[in-house]
């Protein structure tokens, strides 16, 4: 008997009331990019509770490329991301694996990028990421991951915040999935906080 949810329109509509109470914020911000915004999101209240986490799971795996091998992600903000697809995908017989990619290589040890279970070279590999705006760390993920001979070619997301980065991504042969836009999460919050 499988737990997680089905993707109704309900469930859907419960996660986007989840990010637009719990995750978005209106007013004067700098976004890790550096730009300037009145719009903030900030997905880990949702990526980190339970309820938002299955919800998550159950809508980003249906994006995730069927036969990718595992899914990736930059610390922090994808590490509850890519273990709970990992779990979502185990629930419904499909196999995959989580790997989390470090902002830097740690500096002893094996001085890894990635830690997870490395699948072998030549497989295809999901990227998620909890916003996209420039798509700039999404990218570096993506980098490292061609780099060490994975198949790369889709990036899924939370939010996309319609800045950039989906051009940015298709610049480099790379296909922007999201499940909710920055104007249906401001929306939203618009609806339930008038």
């Known amino acids: 008997m499988s737990s997680f949810p089905s993707l109704t329109k309900s469930s859907r509509e ?3 009331t989840l990010l637009a109470k719990d995750a978005y914020r209106l007013g004067e911000f700098t976004l890790s990019s550096g730009r300037k915004s009145q719009h903030y999101v900030n997905c880990k209240p949702v990526s980190l509770s339970g309820r938002g986490l299955l919800l ?24 509850p991301l890519v ?22 290589a740690k500096g002893y040890g094996t001085a890894d990028w990635v830690e997870g279970p ?13 916003v996209v705006t420039t798509g700039g760390s999404s990218l570096k993920v993506v980098k490292l991951l061609r780099e060490a001979s994975y198949i ?12 950039g980065g989906n ?5 480099e042969g790379l296909e922007l999935k999201s499940l909710f836009s920055l104007k249906e999460v401001a929306e939203k919050a618009l609806e339930l906080f008038t």
């Open 118 to 130: 490395l699948p072998e070279q030549g497989k295809r590999i999901t990227v998620l990421e909890d």
């Open 83 to 104: 273990s709970a697809v990992a779990i979502a995908a185990q629930q419904n017989d499909r196999s995959l694996d989580a790997l989390i990619v470090r902002k830097e």
């Open 167 to 171: 051009d940015a991504m298709t610049k």
């Open 14 to 16: 419960e996660l986007l």
């Open 152 to 163: 790369v070619d889709r990036v899924v997301t939370i939010v996309d915040r319609e800045e």
């Open 56 to 79: 998550l799971s159950t809508f980003l795996l249906e994006k995730v490329e069927f036969d990718s091998v595992a899914v990736a992600g930059m610390t922090l903000g994808a590490d």
